[in-house]
């Protein structure tokens, strides 16, 4: 009988489905902060505590759907907090009517208790302060800003190091280095011997395999390296079908292009295993790090070069029994380089005076099944990004390139509009072509902060950057709706990505500009 799944699980089953059980766990306990219950705020809620001391209003009614005629008059972070827990009664949501300010200037130990922050429409003044909390405590930070048509928002989250980034295609076959138990089984088909049936459904794994060895054989033990000689590969191939459609043989075909790239540690895997946290391990090191140096341990000597062997196939023609037969031999290599990085973990987990059972098999597992996919992110802390090292000269030739989808004039603009804020006042309910001039003078102002020369700074502004600092003027400093779900759906999903360490987050600005239905992301 098939197992019936819990509730939960058939609840969750589409989340299961993506980030499978140890994800659906890391977001179950996670506990989020939401700072400023915006439009855009609201749209991203999910597990959190609601610091906001405003009140409800016709215009927040008019803007965000969590809200009705009912709720003005009333906390706008308890009214939504309300309403958000209908949605699933498994969540749990708290609101505080303290402002972010105070929190933050008076009370930054509240924070504490938070594994993730979400800020909407912070100052950058009280987001540096935010952000000095969180690099602290290590906990991640998103800011979120979104007026008009545009929005964007920024990422600090530390070190980030992502085993499972669920790669399209992780199929590691081993076509130019075979292992010896499968060239063992390569070598028990005899193609000239069989009859048209069993030669339609040998696995074309072997199909190659067996031919490589035939072209070696002519070629000096040499691949076909070159294009043509590829095609010539193709030919030999062609030439020895049964018919002009054996399914087979024209997947065996159609994988020729694998051997454009020979196994071994791609490069920016090679850069991770090279770097001095997998260098230097000690009791404190992450176990991301700690079996990353078993990796490179196990490939400059059991693996002779080669990383631990994923044992995937993709799916073929074959019959039943030479496919499971050769899913067995492929699963036995990988069971047998994971046991020997699983021992070689055991043994830096003693050097530093941990258990030799400290880090999950399955973890283990899973970094030798993804090795060759893992990724590192080192994000920017916002101080280096504001005050310490701004990306001046990229920054510069960003907004000199004339590609109407680069949306990095967004950036400078919203933080020209926090600068206006700051010695102006709201952007709501002001003369526009006063609006324009004072934001065209901020503009200028922020230009020159990043450190572009005061010269240059007023011709972007008065040339490049003009039309949009219009728009800003003209969207009153209003959020939209649809732009508000929009933004509120593409932070949901890089928070999903930080919490459960799966699949690649952005890298650390992402910006959308709803005018001309552009995302861009940036490293500043």
């Not at 939960?8 to 939401?34: F, H, M, P, T």
């Not at 033990?221 to 193709?234: D, V």
């Not at 000597?301 to 492929?330: C, F, H, W």
Request: charged residues 25%; contains cysteine.
């Amino acid at each position: 009988m098939t197992a019936i799944p819990d509730l939960k699980a058939q609840k969750y089953d589409r989340q299961l489905r993506l980030w499978a059980a140890s994800g659906q766990a890391a977001l179950e306990n996670a506990n989020v902060c939401l700072l400023n219950a915006t439009t855009t705020g609201t749209e991203i809620l999910k597990n959190l505590i609601l610091p906001d001391n405003a009140i409800v209003d016709q215009k927040d009614v008019s803007s965000n759907f969590f809200l009705d005629t009912s709720c003005i008059g009333k906390s706008k972070s308890l009214a939504i907090v309300e309403y958000l827990r209908e949605l699933n009664e498994d969540v749990k949501g708290h609101h505080d009517e303290r402002s972010p300010e105070y929190l933050i200037v008076e009370e930054p130990s509240f924070f504490d208790q938070f594994t993730m922050i979400i800020a909407t429409s912070l100052s950058d003044t009280l987001a540096l302060k935010l952000a000095s909390i969180c690099e602290a405590a290590n906990t991640p930070l998103f800011l979120v800003k979104c007026l008009g048509f545009t929005g964007m928002f920024r990422i600090q989250a530390g070190e980030n190091t992502i085993i499972e980034t669920h790669p399209e295609n992780f199929s590691d076959l081993r076509l130019d280095m075979p292992f010896p138990a499968f060239l063992e089984y390569v070598k028990e088909f005899d193609f000239d011997k069989m009859d048209s049936s069993e030669h339609g459904h040998v696995p074309f794994l072997v199909v190659l395999q067996h031919y490589l060895q035939v072209w070696k054989a002519a070629h000096d033990g040499k691949l076909p390296a070159s294009y043509s000689e590829r095609n010539e590969f193709k030919e030999l191939l062609k030439k020895d079908m049964r018919s002009y459609d054996e399914e087979n043989f024209e997947e065996a075909i159609s994988h020729v292009w694998r051997l454009a790239s020979t196994s071994g540690v791609p490069s920016e895997l090679k850069s991770i295993l090279d770097d001095p946290s997998c260098e230097n391990i000690t009791k404190d090191s992450t176990n991301f790090w700690i079996i990353a140096r078993a990796i490179r341990d196990f490939v400059q000597n059991e693996g002779s070069g080669l990383l631990p062997l994923p044992g995937k196939l993709p799916d073929m023609k074959a019959d039943t029994k030479g496919y499971v037969r050769l899913q067995q031999i492929y699963r036995q290599k990988a069971i047998e380089d994971y046991e020997a990085v699983h021992s070689r973990v055991q043994g830096l987990l003693t050097s530093v005076g941990l258990l030799s059972d400290a880090i999950d098999s399955r973890e283990i597992e899973e970094f030798c099944k993804f090795a060759s996919h893992v990724k590192v992110i080192r994000y920017r802390r916002l101080e280096q990004e504001y005050l310490t090292e701004p990306n001046t000269t990229t920054i510069c030739q960003w907004l000199e390139e004339s590609d109407p989808q680069n949306n990095i004039v967004h950036y400078v603009i919203f933080r020209a509009a926090d600068l206006f804020v700051k010695e102006h006042g709201s952007l709501k309910g002001r003369d526009e072509e006063e609006t324009v001039q004072l934001l065209e003078d901020c503009t200028t102002n922020v230009l020159t902060s990043i450190g572009i020369p005061n010269n240059k700074a007023v011709a972007l502004t008065t040339d490049r950057l003009k039309p949009y600092i219009i728009n800003f003027a003209r969207y009153n400093g209003a959020e939209l709706p649809n732009i508000a779900s929009l933004m509120g759906g593409l932070v949901a999903q890089e928070v999903i990505k930080i919490i459960t360490r799966q699949y690649i987050p952005v890298n650390n600005t992402c910006i959308y500009d709803g005018m001309n239905a552009t995302t861009a992301t940036y490293v500043l």
